[in-house]
């Protein structure tokens, strides 16, 4: 007859304790690695993403500043000329 399996004495300690010990240095291991990896790769999307889009809302923004900066204002005076007669005053 085959021995009955002893539930208590089932698992070995010394065996199980190196696998968790292994594990734990693998995945730290791994850890280590793959974070720089993959903040170089969410820093480049970013950059991709925002930084080298076209922003056509902005440079809209900014000639229609420019050109009332230089002129095209109610007063029709330029940015200098405004601050020529500011200081005359």
Do not use: C, Y
């Not at 300690?13 to 993959?38: E, R």
């Not at 950059?47 to 229609?64: H, I, Q, S």
């Amino acid at each position: 007859m085959p021995a009955p399996h002893d539930m208590e004495n089932d698992i070995d300690a010394k065996s199980a304790t190196w696998w968790v010990l292994i594990g734990t240095v693998v995945l730290f291991i791994s850890l280590w690695a793959m974070v720089p990896i993959f903040v170089r790769i969410q820093e480049e999307e970013r950059v991709r993403k925002v930084d080298d889009t076209p922003n056509a809302e902005l440079e809209e923004v900014r000639e229609a500043q420019n050109d009332f900066l230089g002129g095209a204002n109610p007063m029709r005076k330029s940015l200098d000329q405004a601050m020529r007669d500011a200081l005359k005053k």
